[in-house]
């Protein structure tokens, strides 16, 4: 992927979310589980910075398949300050190329892999993170997305 795919989520508003329509530079990052441990780390990390990245002009959204009620108790829950998209359909994680084989303790599933990318303002790609471990993540995202 070279470029931002376009696709649509659904808001927390439950309207749809088209990418492409989103203010760039943006930041994508893709999360398997409202409310685990991993995920609300990531999620706080990303709000902790939020003023940061509005500073560099960076938009930012999480996405998960969980639904919007979820994404909603789960901003409430943590004060989340980042925008967070619900992929009900896949289309969007598919796009990405972020669905696909897992496995923990022995068991094998299909979930969603925790990824980020960066897009510039044309909405070329100018960054992607594989695998990510959260800490220091958003901070990485952070640097990178200030040499934009």
Not at 63 to 78: L, P, Q, W, Y
Not at 100 to 113: A, H, L, P, V
């Amino acid at each position: 992927m070279d470029e931002l795919p376009d696709v649509a989520a659904t808001g927390v508003d439950g309207q749809p979310l088209r990418l492409l329509d989103l203010p760039r530079p943006l930041v994508v990052y893709f999360y398997p589980k409202d409310d685990t441990p991993g995920c609300t780390r990531e999620a706080q990390d990303f709000s902790a910075l939020a003023d940061d990245f509005a500073a560099a002009g960076v938009h930012v959204l999480g996405v998960s398949r969980d639904s919007v009620a979820k994404h909603e108790k789960f901003t409430a829950k943590h004060d989340l300050r980042v925008a967070l998209a619900s992929d009900l359909d896949g289309q969007v994680t598919e796009a990405f190329g972020v669905w696909g084989e897992k496995q923990m303790y022995g068991r094998t599933y299909m979930g969603i892999e925790r990824a980020t990318f960066l897009f510039d303002r044309d909405g070329k790609l100018a960054g992607e993170w594989r695998k990510v471990k959260v800490p220091g993540h958003a901070v990485a995202v952070l640097e990178a997305a200030r040499q934009l």
